[in-house]
């Protein structure tokens, strides 16, 4: 309740909120082709230090989900958009444009001003076989 008096962190803040917001927005979208959906959102960062550090990531599972490339960007890597454009339907390519819009509309609407997260999709089957959260690293 007054966590704002005591917060000496308010980027943090806004990233808890962003992602808890955009979590329950994409809870188990559908792929409009492939056999997928939103799993779960998560982030990791040192955005007390700086908000380029913030990293966000959609989890997608289903039978099609290692079809998504390894940790796609979906809004601002031109090669991995490339990728997806060649191994996609433009449909489910526009689909994971849209769930990065989504979590980068969340961060602006609870108040986040400075440069973009970084927002990549992945499949939760390829992180559990290549080593967890080491996937990542």
Known sequence: ?????FNKNPK?????KAVRRA???LRSRHAPSLDVKVDYVWWYGAVEID???????IMLSGPDSER?????????????????????R???CNWLEELASVVEGE??????EWEAPKIGVESTERVKRDGGFDYFR
Not at 12 to 16: A, G
Not at 69 to 88: G, I
Not at 107 to 112: I, K, L, P, S
């Open 1 to 5: 309740m007054f966590e704002w008096l």
């Open 12 to 16: 943090k803040t806004i990233v808890k």
């Open 23 to 25: 979590k329950k927005l």
């Open 51 to 57: 908000s380029k550090y913030c990293v966000v990531w």
């Open 68 to 88: 998504i490339p390894a940790k796609f960007n979906p809004l601002r890597d031109e090669k991995s958009q490339r990728s997806a454009r060649e191994k996609l």
């Open 90 to 92: 433009t449909e489910d």
């Open 107 to 112: 961060f602006r609407a609870c108040g986040w």
